[in-house]
Each structure stands twice: as structure tokens, then as C-alpha cells.
Nanobody, 122 residues
Framework: QVQLVESGGGLVQAGGSLRLSCAAS?????MGWFRQAPGKEREFVAAITRSSTNTRYADSVKGRFTVSRDNARNTLYLQMNSLKSEDTAVYYCAAPRVWTGLTTNPTEYDYWGQGTQVTVSS
């Protein structure tokens, strides 16, 4: 069992930046970020392999968000730049128990954090 704890959310103006962190209690393989806005389904944001060799992004965040990780600290990051009001959501980090590649399907992730709120004011 792996526990995940997100931090770094907050209120920011449109065009601003935030950096989210996700601390894991143990070793993880692929890790991903998802988000969920009120009244909407949870959606994929970004994922990264353990080696950091490969990453994947949702089209809506490409060129603005960067996912990275520090395996020595068991920590996942999401650098978010040029934030827009439509980025407002609760952001979750997640990890699968077994290798699933850079899947965008939330049902293939077994461990989830409690989420951190990101609010972008326009």
C-alpha cells in the first residue's frame, strides 16, 4: 500500500504559476496527475515513468504544464504555468500497483491522494 499526499494548491491569477507536489510513502512506477472540476468527470493531466524517460500530457495542458519526479525523495511534481480559469479544479496524484505504461485511464491507477484545490481567477 502506498500513501500519496498532495500539496501546493492555492489561488492564483490567470497567467500565473503554481507548483504542485505529491509525496509518496514508498516506491512507485508510473505516476500521474488528474483533475476534477465541479460537475465534471475526473480527467487526465499528465503522467511520467519511473525513470522520467517518458511523459504524457493532455492536449489542454501541453506547453504549459511540466511533470517531473525525484525518486530519491519519492516525490512527484507538476509545474503549472500560464494558468487559465479552466484549469480550476481539484488536482490528484495517482499511481498504479503494476506497470500500465503512461495510461490516461483513471481506473488503471490504484493509489490516490486526497487532492489539492487549484483556483485560477480571471
Amino acid at each position: 500500500q502506498v500513501q500519496l499526499v498532495e500539496s501546493g494548491g492555492g489561488l492564483v491569477q490567470a497567467g500565473g504559476s503554481l507548483r504542485l507536489s505529491c509525496a509518496a510513502s514508498g516506491r512507485t512506477l508510473t505516476m500521474g496527475w488528474f483533475r476534477q472540476a465541479p460537475g465534471k468527470e475526473r480527467e487526465f493531466v499528465a503522467a511520467i515513468t519511473r525513470s522520467s524517460t517518458n511523459t504524457r500530457y493532455a492536449d489542454s495542458v501541453k506547453g504549459r504544464f511540466t511533470v517531473s519526479r525525484d525518486n530519491a525523495r519519492n516525490t512527484l511534481y507538476l509545474q503549472m504555468n500560464s494558468l487559465k480559469s479552466e484549469d480550476t479544479a481539484v488536482y490528484y496524484c495517482a499511481a498504479p500497483r503494476v506497470w500500465t505504461g503512461l495510461t490516461t485511464n483513471p481506473t488503471e491507477y490504484d493509489y490516490w491522494g486526497q487532492g489539492t484545490q487549484v483556483t485560477v481567477s480571471s
